[in-house]
């Protein structure tokens, strides 16, 4: 962060936060916006962009750079337990880009639009002296008032999370640094692993029934799960409590703990996870990991949300240490 200028949060706060007068824009402390829709629903409205450079390496292949970036913004629309209704797109591209690149593109959002059910409804493509770059705007469909907010959590629900953390911030270090796969000791399956899991994220669209049924708070971990968790709880005027131990990780990762600490670190407060950070009322979990569990998507208890403030994720009894704790941009 530049002195004398606010991190990204404070951005927000000063510059933007004053226009947002509608209800639905949640005053801007949420992944997404709701705006009222017939027939007892509300319109989920999210957008999220990647740049070259910082969400994807500029030599990744287009497809591939077009499917992260719709499946980022289907992962706000899975967070705020909604259904896919469609998505505009721009498209900022280089002076040298080709029609080659553009067809590859292209097929890379077909072949989404066909495995998540969505179409393209508009956006727009410029030209420009810097990095390629790619803004999604995805729409869902919610039942009125069953949009978890961050907002929504209460000391003594537990957390969960979907799928594994980590996979993506070590995929990212990986691809930084070959080396790390032997210092790592990875088998070819779980160094390929990380590295798909870096490029390739999967929404979790598949839960979002789910979400919107039994989560009082809900949002998903883009920027690590350290810094995310402390978002959800600051949002609900709680504190957090996270056992390490209990955090799911791949066994990529796991490998890769086991023969560097640090590594485990990187996978707490690394981004690009994707996965869902959810609040839960105890008596609501055995029924929500029952139906959670006939979806096929894992969901794993790692802690609650208590009274006070802050975050703490303990491991072995004992407070980690995990400096800034999440990705910003500022």
């Excluded at 606010?6 to 705006?35: K, S, W």
């Excluded at 996978?267 to 979990?285: K, Q, R």
Aim: charged fraction near 25%.
């Amino acid at each position: 962060m530049t002195v004398g200028r606010p991190d990204e949060a404070g951005l927000i706060a000063r510059f933007f936060r004053p226009l947002a007068t509608a209800p639905g824009a949640a005053l801007l402390l949420d992944d997404a916006a709701t705006v009222p829709a017939d027939g007892g629903r509300e319109l989920v409205v999210t957008t999220d962009a990647i740049v070259a450079g910082i969400h994807f390496f500029p030599d990744d292949p287009p497809d591939a750079i077009a499917r992260k970036a719709l499946r980022v913004n289907l992962s706000d629309i899975a967070a705020k337990g909604a259904a896919p209704a469609g998505y505009l797109v721009t498209l900022a591209l280089p002076q040298d880009w080709t029609t080659d690149w553009l067809e590859g593109f292209v097929d890379g959002l077909a072949a989404d639009q066909e495995e998540f059910g969505v179409s393209l409804l508009g956006g727009d493509t410029v030209r420009t002296p810097g990095p390629l770059w790619v803004s999604v705007t995805a729409l869902g469909h919610a039942q009125e008032g069953h949009v978890p907010r961050r907002s929504g959590g209460a000391p003594g629900q537990r957390l969960y999370v979907t799928g594994t953390i980590g996979d993506a911030a070590l995929g990212l270090r990986l691809r930084r640094d070959e080396r790390l796969a032997l210092r790592w000791d990875l088998r070819r399956a779980e160094k390929e692993l990380l590295l798909d899991r870096y490029l390739l994220p999967e929404p979790r669209l598949g839960l979002s029934r789910i979400v919107a049924a039994y989560a009082t708070a809900a949002m998903d971990v883009s920027d690590g799960l350290a810094g995310d968790a402390g978002k959800l709880a600051a949002a609900s005027r709680c504190g957090a409590v996270i056992d390490a131990a209990r955090v799911p990780v791949s066994r990529a990762v796991a490998r890769a703990v086991e023969h560097d600490e640090a590594a485990l670190a990187a996978a707490l407060t690394g981004g690009d996870d994707y996965e869902l950070l959810l609040a839960i009322d105890p008596g609501d979990a055995p029924a929500f990991e029952f139906e959670a569990a006939a979806t096929g998507i894992a969901v794993t208890d790692i802690g609650a949300l208590v009274e006070g403030g802050g975050i703490e994720i303990d491991r072995q009894g004992r407070p980690l240490d995990l400096g800034r704790g999440s990705f910003t941009h500022f």
